[in-house]
């Protein structure tokens, strides 16, 4: 009797053993990664997001959606990831200069990271090196926004002479930077006077930064009559055509063109009459989701190691063309 207590005992002893070793195990196999971003509730970052979750249920690993709008939210992101057992994360940071806290915090936890859209910068300023990202190429798509406002200007007939460019600025963020350049030159290059160009600094990557950004500049200058309009992105842009509007200026007296071709340039476009939005440079936010959560994905479970850098393209999209370019660009 005692002795088949014991046996009973060593029995339910490995079998409890092995369904623990199981457990382990099935821990171990599965993925699970972080997805942060600056603004969650911009159009852009939704959609990534959602193409993030999209690859985890297709491949089978979980993705977990959170926002980091200051350094302090991104670190408990962190430590809310670790704490649920994630090996990694995708991230946009709110502010590229955190790269290296955030690294270190992730460097404990033993997880891996891969940037999206915002590139870390390290204490000199210089991209950060070993983590890898992907973005779009700023200066490129900065140059096709330039050479579609000069096309635009040329359509209606504009003097350049008598023109003004509100260029919405963001010099925290180097790919910011890369796109306006990019912008201004192109337009540099299309005759336009580089002295009727005012800057409207904006503290934010969003609409109403930009509206607050733009109306002084627009109330400074208000003897021009047309007006061109560009910046790191279509929300900004917009918060600029807004800022027009307020200032009595028609659509028709205004080229606004921005960049990322999400939901606020969707709306925008399906308004009943056209507004100084003339277009934006839809980049795939779809594409950028999926490819990093992939990549990232790759790296944790098989260690392959994603690309230093991927620089991704975009494609004009106006009120005539932007149902054809959103499905195309499987937006
Ligand atoms: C930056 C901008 C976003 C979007 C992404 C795309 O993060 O703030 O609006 O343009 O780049 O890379």
């Known amino acids: 009797m005692k002795l088949t207590t014991t046996f009973a005992r060593l029995a339910l002893g490995s079998a409890i053993m092995l369904a623990s070793l199981g457990s382990v195990q099935a821990q171990e196999d599965e993925v699970k990664i972080g997805f942060i971003v600056k603004k969650p509730e911009q159009a852009w970052f939704i959609n990534e997001q959602k193409a993030a979750t999209e690859v985890g249920e297709e491949f089978g690993f979980d993705v977990v959606r959170l926002g980091g709008e200051d350094g302090q939210e991104v670190l408990s992101a962190i430590d809310n990831l670790y704490a649920q057992g994630a090996q990694g994360f995708v991230i946009c940071p709110p ?53 579609a406002i000069a096309a635009e200007m040329e359509v209606r007939g504009w003097n350049p002479e008598e023109v003004a460019a509100l260029r919405i600025t963001n010099n925290e963020l180097p790919t910011a930077v890369e796109r306006t350049d990019g912008a201004t030159e192109a337009l540099l290059a299309a005759g336009f006077p580089e002295d009727n160009i005012f800057d409207a600094p904006q503290q934010n990557s969003d609409t109403a930064s930009a509206f607050s950004a733009a109306s002084p500049v627009l109330s400074q200058y208000g003897d021009y009559e047309h007006w061109i309009i560009y910046a790191l992105n279509e929300e900004s842009v917009l918060g600029g055509v807004r800022a027009t509007e307020q200032y009595g200026m028609a ?81």
């Open 251 to 331: 659509a028709e007296d205004v080229i606004g063109v921005g960049i990322n071709g999400s939901g606020a340039a969707f709306a925008e476009f399906s308004r009943d009459n056209p507004t100084g939005f003339h277009g934006t440079v839809a980049v795939s936010s779809t594409m950028h989701g999926r490819q990093t959560t992939e990549d990232l994905y790759r790296w944790i479970s098989e260690d392959q190691e994603p690309p230093a850098n991927t620089e991704t393209s975009g494609t004009l999209m106006t009120r005539n063309n932007w149902q054809e370019v959103r499905a195309a660009l499987g937006l």
């Open 95 to 147: 502010d590229v200069r955190l790269g290296p806290a955030i690294m270190n915090r992730a460097n404990q936890y033993g997880m891996k990271v891969v940037t999206v859209d915002d590139q870390f910068v390290n204490t000199s300023g210089e991209p950060m090196e070993g983590v890898p990202h992907l973005g779009m190429s700023g200066t490129k798509i900065g140059r096709q926004v330039g050479e």
